[in-house]
């Protein structure tokens, strides 16, 4: 079974920082070091959009909207991958979600979402 199960979400104040995980789990990802990785959010009333993506081999890239504060991650070992998000800004608040992009397939699986609440 495939899943991708996000952790770390949760209520910051602006300026602050969260570490949001994602674990891979299933057959399919005995191949994880092959898939690109992303990050999407979806913010209420909004289209979900990319984050910040790495590929297989460590390559990052992100969105204008987070770049200099969000930096994405992977351990291919531990098949995880990470976001850690600095100077949190309110209209970083939504629903975060691991993505993983399986060429082999042409399909994406997804994780459940983890909420991100930038508030005072």
């Known amino acids: 079974q495939v899943q991708l199960v996000e952790s770390g979400g949760g209520l910051v104040q602006p300026g602050g920082s969260l570490r949001l995980s994602c674990a891979a789990s299933g057959s399919i990802f005995s191949s994880f070091s092959s898939y690109t990785m992303a990050w999407y959010r979806q913010a209420p009333g909004k289209q979900r959009e990319l984050v910040a993506a790495?590929?297989?081999?460590?390559?990052?890239n992100s969105a204008d909207s987070v770049k200099g504060r969000f930096t994405i991650s992977r351990d291919n070992a531990k098949n995880t991958i990470a976001l850690q998000m600095n100077s949190l800004k309110p209209e970083d608040t939504a629903v975060y979600y691991c993505?993983?992009?399986?060429?082999?397939?042409?399909?994406?699986?997804w994780g459940q979402g983890t909420q991100v609440t930038v508030s005072s």
């Open positions: 993505s993983a992009r399986i060429p082999s397939l042409s399909c994406t699986y």
């Open positions: 790495i590929s297989g081999v460590g390559i990052p």
